[in-house]
């Protein structure tokens, strides 16, 4: 009999922790978060029972289901957490009601930025909590641009600079997925301007009259939530630069010319863009012997990074070795990647390679012959942009009067103005008439190159102003205010 009671209390105890156990399990099911962001100025009293009424029905009773998280959060002159929690079982959606039900509509301003801010932070700590299974559903809604009160962090900005000013958090495309903006009214640009930086769906609502119709049909329209395409950004293609120039890795690389990395950003993700910036980097070189390691500083890329899904892109980062290395070995840079609100990756790359210092390559190869090549190369190099560079002499001649002017001289790359102001280089004289200051300019642009650049059209004959090549010798037809037609040429003199 005692052995009897005993199995009976072991199994009933097994079949209670098993219970308790499906329980807990299925009590920590990753649902979907559902976001409600609501304007509550005064603007939209008329409209608010129609707009909650739409959101008790479209989003509490239809798009909830246990397991999802719900957060919903006004914001007017401040912003306010109206709930914020998981649902456990069907009966918590009573609470949402009675909730949004007594939310107050008395906002003195219409503060876009701290909603937005508010709410990317919240998602941000959901995925964070294990809610980054599916994409969330954000309804944004609000009847008016952007107004704050002072005191507010966006006091005195306006929406595209708030945008620019937060480029990781506000400013940052890629957290917007899953979000869906309604605007009520016409007053309504900076709502168009979020909805097209966004790249997301934006309901107007004008006639107020088919309001509740209108709203319920765009939120049925939702569709289901995706599941979050889980990727990666790799570095790809990774080699070492000098001066910009990719050195052959297959040669040995003379370690004070290895001062830039040159390499490929590239997204793994098949769906979705990404954004990230580059907040750390390093690379350390090792020889295969393992009995030299050389760190490097990184002087990385600055500024946004945007991928489509499966494009690469290139990047350049500056090199400096801390101490000089030497021999064969790998050379490895590991980068931290903030991609907003959070989300912070690494990511690695390696390439074989050998350092070898100048000396000892200058050694293998006879030192004679190579000093005097290159000082004979030197000396025709000289010589050739000596001659390409030589100053010339130009002279302008005046038709019908046939008056030139002084030489002027020119190096490449000088410009030399024509008009009537004092001091230019091809003076206009009142004698041939009245002239702009300046009609154009004349410029050297290579050896035997020249270009004539027009600064005043109407100085023209017959509006004949065309800038471009100009040859030496070939008349350029001008006409002053009076209406004298008279012709400039230019010429080089030795």
């Given at each position: 009999m005692n052995l009897r009671k005993s199995f009976k209390k072991i199994l009933v105890t097994l079949i209670s922790i098993f219970a308790m156990t499906s329980i807990w399990a299925g009590g920590n099911q990753q649902g979907k978060s559902v976001v409600v962001v609501l304007d509550v100025s005064t603007s939209i009293r008329p409209y608010m029972e129609d707009i909650k009424g739409v959101i008790n029905e479209a989003v509490i009773d239809r798009r909830?289901?246990?397991?999802?998280?719900?957060?919903?959060?006004?914001?007017?002159?401040?912003?306010?957490?109206?709930?914020?929690?998981?649902?456990?079982?069907?009966?918590?959606?009573?609470?949402?009601?009675?909730?949004?039900?007594?939310?107050?509509?008395?906002?003195?301003?219409?503060?876009?930025?701290?909603?937005?801010?508010?709410?990317?932070?919240?998602?941000?700590?959901?995925?964070?909590?294990?809610?980054?299974?599916?994409?969330?559903?954000?309804?944004?809604?609000?009847?008016?641009?952007?107004?704050?009160?002072?005191?507010?962090?966006?006091?005195?900005?306006?929406?595209?600079?708030?945008?620019?000013?937060?480029?990781?958090?506000?400013?940052?495309?890629?957290?917007?997925?899953?979000?869906?903006?309604?605007?009520?009214?016409?007053?309504?640009?900076?709502?168009?301007?979020?909805?097209?930086?966004?790249?997301?769906?934006?309901?107007?609502?004008?006639?107020?009259?088919?309001?509740?119709?209108?709203?319920?049909?765009?939120?049925?329209?939702?569709?289901?939530?995706?599941?979050?395409?889980?990727?990666?950004?790799?570095?790809?293609?990774?080699?070492?630069?000098?001066?910009?120039?990719?050195?052959?890795?297959?040669?040995?690389?003379?370690?004070?010319?290895?001062?830039?990395?040159?390499?490929?950003?590239?997204?793994?993700?098949?769906?979705?863009?990404?954004?990230?910036?580059?907040?750390?980097?390093?690379?350390?070189?090792?020889?295969?012997?393992?009995?030299?390691?050389?760190?490097?500083?990184?002087?990385?890329?600055?500024?946004k990074i945007s991928l489509e899904p499966s494009e690469s892109k290139e990047s350049f980062a500056g090199l400096s070795a801390k101490k000089i290395p030497e021999g064969k070995g790998t050379l490895k840079i590991m980068c931290t990647l903030d991609f907003g609100n959070g989300d912070i990756r690494e990511c690695m790359a390696q390439t074989d390679l050998e350092f070898k210092p100048q000396s000892k390559i200058i050694m293998e190869k006879l030192i004679p012959i190579f000093i005097v090549l290159i000082a004979v190369i030197l000396l025709v190099i000289l010589i050739v942009v000596l001659k390409s560079r030589a100053p010339v002499f130009v002279e302008m001649t005046v038709l019908p009067k046939g008056t030139k002017s002084s030489r002027v001289k020119f190096s490449i790359g000088r410009k030399v103005e024509l008009g009537s102001k004092p001091g230019a280089g091809f003076p206009l004289p009142k004698t041939l008439g009245t002239f702009a200051p300046v009609v154009g300019v004349l410029r050297r642009s290579g050896k035997k190159t020249w270009e004539f650049s027009v600064r005043d059209p109407s100085c023209f004959k017959n509006g004949d102003a065309v800038s471009g090549t100009y040859k030496m010798g070939s008349p350029i037809a001008l006409k002053s205010a009076e209406g004298n037609g008279i012709n400039v040429s230019f010429k080089i003199k030795k």
């Open positions: 909830l289901s246990s397991d999802d998280y719900f957060y919903m959060v006004t914001f007017g002159h401040d912003v306010k957490d109206v709930y914020a929690g998981k649902l456990m079982r069907e009966a918590d959606k009573e609470s949402i009601h009675n909730n949004l039900n007594g939310i107050p509509v008395d906002g003195q301003a219409t503060d876009i930025g701290q909603a937005l801010a508010k709410t990317l932070t919240k998602l941000g700590d959901l995925k964070k909590e294990d809610f980054d299974l599916y994409e969330p559903m954000v309804l944004f809604i609000t009847d008016g641009n952007n107004l704050t009160l002072d005191g507010s962090p966006y006091s005195g900005k306006t929406v595209p600079q708030i945008f620019k000013d937060d480029p990781n958090l506000i400013g940052n495309k890629s957290l917007y997925d899953g979000w869906y903006f309604v605007g009520v009214g016409d007053k309504l640009t900076d709502l168009q301007y979020i909805a097209d930086y966004t790249g997301r769906k934006l309901l107007t609502i004008t006639d107020l009259d088919s309001l509740k119709d209108e709203l319920d049909r765009f939120i049925s329209n939702i569709p289901p939530a995706k599941v979050i395409e889980k990727g990666s950004v790799e570095i790809k293609a990774l080699e070492i630069s000098h001066g910009g120039k990719i050195l052959n890795p297959s040669k040995k690389i003379i370690p004070s010319e290895a001062d830039g990395l040159s390499f490929e950003f590239k997204s793994m993700y098949e769906r979705t863009p990404v954004s990230f910036e580059i907040s750390k980097g390093e690379a350390v070189f090792q020889t295969d012997d393992r009995t030299s390691t050389v760190p490097f500083d990184l002087i990385l890329e600055a500024g």
